[in-house]
């Protein structure tokens, strides 16, 4: 079966730059949410997509930006990367509103030098 | 603010005994709770979850248990076998069939292991 598709799964960036992450749902699925890990924590929502419009805002910090296409996939747009923003993005998606229960893909690692 | 904790970084099992994951919380507002493992270089996957208004959930060999009163689920899997070696996060939602459906506070994960 089909499951969620991350892209790039590894991206090195230096400090400053730009990073995008893109996410591709299960298909049929309409709901997208976007979730940060840092080595050795736990993962951290950062916001939630339900059809093309923004459902649900997290810790995301003010230089990152995120949108869910007509297509429903979703790109996660990250601006002057800071050391800190080296972590795991995961991007899980959902039929519509389940309670909790997401389909999270393999996360896409981002290292910041 | 860690609103849900998994006290136990590892718990490691025998083959056919029964494993123990535990989870606090502290958000009263937490409303449902679910269990996700993770396997190295893979996403979370969804395992079990349980509502506030029930204290228990099965679901084949793997059990979850709320107590309310002490803010406290735990997760039982009898018997455990090798595959279910793997990171445990605990995770919750607050007002569950409101806007939060898909924000989930997780734990910081316990990992299992299983030996032959």
């Known amino acids: 079966a089909a499951g969620v598709i991350q892209s790039p799964r590894h991206l090195i960036k230096e400090k400053r730059e730009t990073a995008t992450l893109k996410c591709y749902p299960i298909p049929r699925h309409d709901t997208v949410y976007w979730y940060q890990q840092g080595p050795g924590q736990d993962p951290q929502f950062l916001i939630s997509?339900?059809?093309?419009?923004?459902?649900d805002k997290g810790s995301i910090p003010d230089r990152f930006s995120a949108q869910q296409f007509s297509d429903y996939h979703s790109e996660l747009n990250m601006s002057s990367l800071e050391l800190g923003d080296s972590a795991l993005y995961f991007c899980?998606?959902?039929?519509?509103?389940?309670?909790?229960?997401?389909?999270f893909g393999e996360g896409s690692r981002l290292t910041v030098l | 603010d860690q609103q849900v904790k998994q006290n136990s970084p590892s718990l490691s099992v025998q083959e056919g005994r029964i494993s123990i994951l535990n989870c606090d919380y502290t958000n009263s507002m937490f409303d449902y709770f679910l269990w996700y493992k993770k396997y190295p270089a893979e996403g979370p996957t969804f395992l079990i979850s349980i509502s506030s208004i029930k204290d228990k959930n099965e679901d084949g060999r793997f059990t979850v248990f709320l107590n309310k009163s002490a803010k406290h689920l735990s997760l039982h899997i009898v018997p455990s076998q090798p595959g279910d070696s793997a990171v445990y996060f605990c995770?919750?939602?607050?007002?569950?069939?409101?806007?939060?459906?898909?924000?989930?506070?997780f734990g910081q994960g316990t990992i299992l292991t299983v030996h032959p």
């Open positions: 995770a919750a939602v607050a007002n569950a069939g409101g806007t939060s459906y898909g924000k989930l506070t």
């Open positions: 899980a998606s959902s039929r519509g509103r389940p309670t909790g229960e997401l389909f």
């Open positions: 997509f339900y059809e093309k419009m923004q459902s």
